[in-house]
Every structure is written in C-alpha cells, then in structure tokens.
C-alpha cells in the first residue's frame, strides 16, 4: 500500500512570495489533515478535510493560508504572503474515517524556509 | 486547553539499556492517547494508540501505559537499540478535536 505523499520536499523562498504544497493521501482515506510543525515543537493542525469539505480550519490563519480538496482526494496548501514564522516542516496526513479511534498516516513533509 | 508535556527532551542511552519516556496532559477528559516516532526528515509514524478505557498497549519491544486520571502516560522501551534513535512525540484527543501534541523526546542510543 503506498504511503502519503507530498512534494516539493523542500523550499527555499523570500518574505512576500507565495509558495504552495501538494498531498496524495492514501487511497481510499476520506479524512486528510495539514499540520504545521516548527522546529522544536509538535505539530500543529492547521485544516482537516472530510472528503472536500472542511471539519476543522480553526488554527488556520486565513489571512494568509488557504486549502481546497476540489475532488476528496488530493489537496494543496497556499501561502499567501509567506512570512519569516511559516518556516516550519507541513505534514499531510490521512486516515480513513474521522473517528476518535483512527490511526492517522503521515507524509515525509515539505520543509519550507523562508528568507 | 489541553497541553501536552514530554520530559525529558532529550536522553542518551547506551545500546541495550531499559528506558521510560514520560508524557503529562492536563485535562484527563481525553478519547485517546498516541505515542509517535518521527525520524529526522521523515514523517510521524503511529507506534501504539491507547483508548482512554484501556491502561495500556504492547507491540514487540514497546509498552505504553495510560492513568487517564492522573493525566499521564509513559513509553518504556525494553532493550534499546540504535534504530531507536528518533524523537517520539505522544498525542492527546480531547474528544472530537484535533490531536494536541507535545514537544517530543529526542532519544540517542548509543552502540
């Protein structure tokens, strides 16, 4: 079974530029998650799909950020601009309902560096 | 607000040494608790999910325990080896919410 992917693995980018990650989730998983996970810390949730609709996108700052999963299966993330504190590894993750008891699988992650 | 607390941050043992990883919590009304590992460059990788009815799981050299009540949770990790060497995070799910993480334990094992 393949794993969740992501692309770009890694990016370097400028302040105020925009820069956008792409995730393949594992086949058949309904629930994809993005987590942002600086250096140091845990991740953090950014947005939660349920198939193409959102559940969750309480800690994404939407002034900046965005996420869409036109068709339930992949997703990308958008900054917009990007700032020096988005430097961070963004994980995608899926599983394959959104119950309490579901293990979530993660991607190797996109490591982005902003300048 | 849930938070999550691992001590210590960082161990170093030498090759074939028992240890415990600790987690503390601060709202014991959890649905589950996850324990995690996740290698430099790599993505996470679920180790044992504790359900808040259970007191622990087992998978080959690993144990994890859960005192909802108390707000605790330890990983013991029986003979270590090198391939241990990885940061192991523990999760929380405070109900149908996100996982709220720690900050990790990074683990060396020494040869």
């Known amino acids: 079974e393949a794993g969740v992917a992501q692309s770009p693995r890694y990016k370097i980018i400028e302040k105020r530029q925009s820069v956008a990650f792409w995730c393949n989730p594992i086949?058949?998983?309904?629930?994809l998650y993005w987590y942002q996970q600086i250096l140091g810390q845990g991740p953090k949730l950014l947005i939660q799909?349920?198939?193409?609709?959102?559940?969750?996108d309480s800690q994404l700052p939407k002034d900046r950020f965005s996420a869409e999963r036109l068709k339930g299966v992949d997703s990308t993330l958008k900054i917009q601009p990007a700032k020096l504190e988005d430097s961070a590894v963004y994980l995608c993750a899926s599983s394959t309902n959104l119950g309490t008891g579901e293990t979530q699988y993660f991607g190797p992650g996109t490591r982005l560096l902003v300048l | 607000k849930q938070e999550v607390t691992q001590i210590p941050a960082a161990l170093s043992v030498p090759e074939g040494e028992n240890l415990v990883l600790n987690c503390s919590f601060t709202d014991s009304a959890i649905y589950n608790l996850q324990w995690f590992r996740q290698d430099p460059g790599k993505g996470l990788t679920s180790l044992l999910l504790?359900?808040?009815?259970?007191r622990e799981q087992t998978s080959g050299r690993l144990n994890a325990s859960l005192d909802k009540s108390s707000g605790r949770s330890t990983l013991y990790i029986a003979a270590s080896q090198p391939g241990d060497s990885a940061t192991y995070l523990c999760?929380?799910?405070?109900?149908?919410?996100?996982?709220?993480f720690g900050k990790g334990t990074r683990l060396s094992v020494i040869a």
């Open positions: 999760a929380v799910r405070p109900g149908n919410t996100p996982l709220v």
């Open positions: 086949s058949g998983h309904a629930t």
């Open positions: 799909f349920q198939n193409n609709g959102v559940v969750d």
């Open positions: 504790i359900q808040s009815s259970q």
